[in-house]
């Protein structure tokens, strides 16, 4: 199975920064037929299942306010709030579809 | 408004059998895949199994293949996941999860409140 990995666990920002959120693949996940990188991002509050916020890495989700976005590109992905609201405190997860789909552990965002 | 509810769960002990159903309104089953994910304090989210729009296609996790059967009754509007031989490590919130779209796409864009099942003696 393709491992995911995020970094950092946890992060304490102030309302109206930017945050910046990394995960990493085990293996590649760009198909290179398609060039599309088999990546998505999810937002999760306690209690709540998931919710879809990017997906083929860079796609937002309808409905995602803009302040979110995906980048990367093979193995090495981020994420970025470019300013954060109190309503952004959740924790954010990466899930890889290239095979059987895995996510990774998350990274907790708290407000400063 | 799309919408999948969850029921089924509860506490079962070790070696029981238990029936998760899905409850599916607001698209059509035929036209899209839908999966089982569960997310424990212990493992986070892992996905468990899929079942294509048109019934024919089933994947499922190492973890719970051999234990566990996906199926779906689309006059019903409805997705199962039958689960035998529990352990405590499937102890875990199961979600049902809508593909975002109609190809198999593996991303998750409509996700039920989720059941829990907790396996213990």
């Known amino acids: 199975d393709i491992v995911m990995t995020q970094s950092p666990d946890s992060l304490a920002v102030s309302l109206g920064e930017r945050a910046t959120f990394n995960c990493k693949s085990s293996?590649?996940?760009?198909?290179?037929?398609?060039?599309?990188?088999?990546l998505a991002w999810y937002q999760q509050k306690p209690g709540q299942p998931p919710k879809l916020l990017i997906y083929w890495a860079s796609t937002r989700e309808s409905g995602v306010p803009d302040r979110f976005s995906g980048s990367g590109s093979g193995t090495d992905f981020t994420l970025t709030i470019s300013s954060v609201q109190a309503e952004d405190v959740a924790v954010y997860l990466c899930?890889?579809?290239?095979?059987?789909?895995?996510f990774g552990p998350g990274t907790r965002v708290d407000i400063k | 408004e799309v919408q999948l509810v969850e029921s089924g769960g509860g506490l079962v002990q070790p070696w029981g059998s238990l029936r998760l159903s899905c409850a599916v309104s607001g698209f059509t089953l035929s036209d899209y895949s839908v999966n089982w994910v569960r997310q424990s304090p212990g493992k986070g989210l892992e996905w468990i199994s899929y079942?294509?729009?048109?019934?024919?296609?089933?994947y499922y996790a190492d973890s719970v293949k051999g234990r566990f059967t996906i199926s779906k009754d689309d006059a019903k509007n409805s997705v199962y996941l039958q689960m035998n031989s529990l352990r405590d490590d499937d102890t875990a919130v199961y979600y049902c999860a809508r593909d975002g779209s109609t190809t198999s796409s593996f991303y998750y864009t409509h996700w039920g409140q989720g059941t829990l099942v907790t396996v213990s003696s």
């Open positions: 899930q890889q579809y290239y095979g059987s789909p895995t």
């Open positions: 079942i294509s729009a048109s019934g024919t296609i089933i």
């Open positions: 293996q590649n996940i760009l198909y290179s037929s398609n060039n599309k990188n088999y």
